[in-house]
């Protein structure tokens, strides 16, 4: 039986330790997921010290494969973006994606120069070290769309965690983006993230968790894990009326192929 790709997830011990009331095992963590059918997971890095520990846990031996990528997150755009370049041209067996990366302009964390300029250095690092792309993106997908336009869309990129609207899923699509989606797509007030969900070609859909953030409903509120990304296809599956293992086959083999992930 095919299983479950988690295509984003933060697994990093800061993120699973820092509060000791939803602190765990990694490697329980990781137990779970493979009991609920989920065979690989992403561990996205969002600055040099998390990327650095996403490349870290994937030497972690358990029945879930664990890939990484390094990136600076738009959050901490005014950080030195060099320590994760060169933790990216190192190499290493594992390292599969730039990013996460991109445009938040609703929280605003950094100014938005700084996040622009950011994410251009890390769209040309993608180019140049032929990774994929991993894309975050809110509220802000015009200067989004300028900025790939002026700096070409790389080969293989994701916006993760989608929470658009059919228009701008159509404007990601047509510039060769793949689409993610997170437990978001569960929540009640999600209805035009629903409407881009059925419009996507199976071919270019993901499933993520983004944990330990935005739990699925029913587990929303609780710390996020790569066992609920079962949750989240099931729900993706049931909107769009295609069977539940189409869609498993599907967005497992289109996170194989966004991070040209080895064959199992």
């Known amino acids: 039986m095919s ?10 011990d800061r993120y699973l330790g820092d509060d000791p009331a939803v602190a765990r095992d990694a490697a329980a963590t990781l137990a779970r997921a493979f009991e609920a ?26 029945a879930v494969a664990l890939y990484a990528t390094v990136g600076l997150h738009p959050h901490d755009a005014l950080s030195d ?5 060169a933790l990216a041209r190192q190499g290493h067996p594992r390292l599969v994606g730039i990013g996460e ?15 622009r300029e950011a994410f251009a250095g890390q769209i040309g690092l993608a ?3 032929d990774l994929a792309l991993v894309i975050h993106a809110r509220d802000a997908f015009d200067d989004l769309f300028d900025v790939l336009d002026s700096e070409g869309v790389p080969p293989r990129t ?33 209805e035009q993230l629903r409407e881009a969900v059925r419009l996507v070609p199976l071919d270019r859909l993901h499933v993520e968790t983004d944990s330990p953030f935005l739990a699925p409903v029913p587990y929303r509120g609780r710390p996020n894990e790569p066992a609920w990304v079962s949750v989240v296809g099931e729900y993706v599956a049931a909107l769009r009326g295609e069977p539940l293992d189409v869609v498993r086959d599907a967005t497992a083999a289109n996170t194989a192929r966004l991070f040209a992930l080895p064959a199992i």
Request: charged share 15%; aromatic share 6%.
């Open 3 to 12: 299983r479950w790709t988690d295509a984003h997830c933060h697994l990093q």
């Open 37 to 62: 059918g989920v065979d690989r997971a992403i561990v996205i890095g969002t600055d040099a010290q998390s990327s650095a520990e996403a490349l870290a846990i994937t030497d972690l031996v358990s």
């Open 81 to 85: 973006l060099g320590p994760v370049a």
């Open 101 to 115: 990366c991109g445009l938040d302009y609703y929280y605003e964390h950094s100014p938005r120069t700084a996040q």
């Open 127 to 129: 180019h140049e070290l």
């Open 158 to 190: 994701v916006i993760h965690c989608f929470t658009g609207t059919p228009d701008e899923a159509t404007a990601c699509l047509a510039r060769g983006c793949d689409i993610s989606i997170s437990g978001v797509v569960t929540f009640k007030n999600a």
